[in-house]
């Protein structure tokens, strides 16, 4: 009998320790959605394209925004309720997919637009009829009539969808919706400019991109989609005489004003920088874009004391006609000669990405599918003077530099280019995840050092200043090694507004910065980072000090070199087109 009572208490101690796991509760992390629209609505093929100014909206008579105004001045002014469909702040904002849900079983709605603010000029509402048709998907533009002529109140323009037909590409068109302003401003520097015509499409010196992509007239509206490939680029657009149209400007709010008569970014009431607002982004594999062109409202200095008035000015933005994918799959690289004056070529695993470059010479980039590559440095007969293999990533972009190391031997050295054009705040965590700037229009200067007879160099600007600015990295250009660059935070920030400069050279030593200027190599001007001057000069325009993008600088050659060619100097690589 005590035997039996032992199985059974034995049996129910078991029972107990699989009742108290089965009762034990995971511990589970809370997870947040941040997201601001949570439904899962279906997208339709109409998407609206608000230049008018709207921010209230009813389709088929059922209010989709707040109707709510409020004082701006009060205390929660800037506080606006969501709404099922605008959930941010329950306002229309400038690009709006309409969901397929307020659509009729005809794939037929009514909406009506309405600029609702506390103080303001009125704008009449608006209403249009729009379809869902799923072989021509269709933007319609709401045009600033009040402020402009030459352009219905709505313009339809059809959309691509269909991917590009090479997948390390992407496609890009221009719609030209320009037209009179009907109130130009002026101001001590002049009357606003006339920026009605045509425009064409030149990357970041004024090369043309394409024929499709020249000279589309506002009476046109649209071209044709272009391919290209996948990059950085700094696309400009130029009026039929060569002068620049700006861009309207996000991230600064220097980059939204203007001078009236030559739209660049102003320095004072009755100056200019010369340069015109124009940003620099990555088109990603895959993505589909439109340059639109278009009255947007600008602010422009009406006194001495930084005082502005508002006033529309033909522009263009960049627009995304889908979502591109995330490039998991392609990098960027091309080669560069600081090795010797004989031409030298490049090759990835065997494919050929540039041929005979003389010394100093830049290749153009190729693009590659991700993974362990082997990279040649091929001399001008042919013969594989240098290799090297390293896994590239995708979405990174890199220079194949060919130069001599301290055995006099020919040497090859990747090196990743960041052009995604952010910086970290100082004191931030290691990723800058939360914490980091966005730019679009910036000067960026990396400094290398390859030069066979200067062990150690440090980089200045006029009379022995650092080139690293307020919130660098203070070893920027800064006793740099022959062949080894600076991987973190090795950019030197530049300023649209930065005063005339030029950089220098000098043969330091470890702990010994800057050290002796080496009076033998020929400084770099501000002006010599402007590409083509014409650009400016064709179009009757000042030049400005510096033009923006990511560049390169490096030192080659030897400074007891026998031959002119190789003696030591300084070359810039522009790492965006």
Same mark, same amino acid.
């Given at each position: ?20 796991? !089965?009762? +034990?509760?995971?511990?589970? %992390? ?12 279906? &997208? ?17 008579? %059922? ?102 037909? +090479?997948?390390? =590409? ?17 101001? &001590? ?32 509206? &649209? ?35 203007? %001078? ?61 006609? #889908? ?21 030298? &070529? ?23 599918? =991700?993974?362990? =590559? ?60 939360? !914490? ?17 007879? #200067? ?6 600007? #006029? ?15 800064? %006793? ?16 649209? #507004? ?80």
């Amino acid at each position: 009998m005590k035997k039996i009572t032992n199985k059974f208490l034995s049996l129910f101690c078991l029972v107990l320790i699989f009742t108290s796991q !089965a009762c +034990k509760k995971e511990k589970v %992390d809370t997870v947040l959605d941040n997201r601001a629209l949570t439904e899962n609505r279906l &997208s339709s093929t109409v998407r609206i394209i608000n230049l008018g100014g709207f921010n209230q909206v009813i389709a088929n008579g %059922d209010s989709l925004t707040s109707f709510i105004v409020k004082n701006p001045q009060s205390s929660d002014g800037y506080q606006y309720p969501g709404t099922s469909y605008f959930p941010v702040d329950g306002k229309l904002g400038k690009t709006w997919n309409v969901p397929q849900d307020l659509f009729n079983v005809q794939g037929d709605a009514v909406l009506k637009f309405s600029h609702k603010v506390f103080q303001g000029p009125p704008i009449p509402d608006l209403d249009l009829a729009v379809e869902n048709d799923y072989s021509n998907p269709t933007d319609y533009f709401l045009m600033p009539s009040f402020y402009m002529t030459g352009q219905p109140e709505v313009v339809p323009v059809k959309r691509a969808v269909a991917v590009p037909s +090479k997948p390390d =590409h992407f496609k890009i068109r221009i719609v030209n919706l320009s037209g009179a302003i009907k109130t130009p401003g002026n101001n &001590s520097s002049g009357s606003l400019e006339d920026l009605t015509g045509s425009v064409s499409l030149v990357y970041s010196n004024g090369n043309s991109v394409s024929p499709q992509t020249k000279n589309v007239s506002s009476a046109d509206r &649209s071209s044709e989609y272009i391919e290209l490939p996948y990059g950085t680029y700094q696309f400009k657009l130029l009026m039929q005489d060569g002068r620049q149209m700006p861009a309207l400007g996000s991230e600064l709010y220097d980059f939204k004003l203007i %001078d009236p008569p030559t739209s660049t970014i102003p320095s004072g009431l009755t100056n200019t920088t010369g340069l015109t607002y124009a940003p620099i982004q990555t088109y990603q594999p895959g993505g589909i874009y439109t340059i639109l062109v278009a009255p947007q409202s600008f602010s422009y200095l009406v006194n001495d004391i930084g005082e502005t008035a508002d006033v529309y000015q033909n522009s263009f933005q960049i627009i995304n006609d #889908n979502t591109a994918p995330t490039n998991n799959t392609y990098f960027r690289i091309h080669g560069a000669n600081a090795w010797d004056a004989q031409q030298i &070529s490049f090759r990835v695993n065997g494919k050929v990405i540039a041929s005979n470059l003389d010394f100093g010479k830049i290749g153009e980039y190729a693009n590659f599918v =991700h993974g362990n =590559h082997t990279v040649e440095a091929l001399d001008a007969s042919g013969k594989v003077i240098a290799s090297t293999q390293q896994v590239m990533r995708p979405a990174q972009n890199y220079t194949a530099w060919l130069h001599t190391d301290q055995s006099g031997a020919a040497k090859l050295l990747i090196v990743a280019n960041d052009l995604s054009g952010t910086t970290a705040h100082s004191g931030s965590q290691d990723d800058a995840t939360f !914490a980091r700037n966005q730019y679009k229009f910036f000067f960026f200067k990396r400094f290398l050092n390859f030069s066979t007879d #200067n062990p150690y160099i440090t980089f200045t600007t #006029n009379n022995g200043q650092p080139v690293a600015v307020s919130g660098n990295n203070p070893a920027v250009g800064v %006793d740099l090694e022959r062949g080894i660059p600076l991987f973190e935070s090795p950019f030197a920030t530049g300023s649209y #507004n930065q005063l005339p400069f030029e950089l220098m050279v000098y043969r330091s030593k470890p702990n010994v910065v800057p050290g002796v200027w080496a009076n033998d190599i020929v400084s770099l001007k501000n002006e010599d980072f402007i590409a083509r001057k014409e650009l400016y000069t064709h179009a009757s325009r000042k030049i400005p000090v510096q033009e923006a993008g990511i560049y390169t600088i490096a030192l080659i050659g030897k400074t007891a070199a026998t031959s002119l060619a190789t003696k030591a100097k300084m070359i810039i690589v522009k790492h965006n087109k």
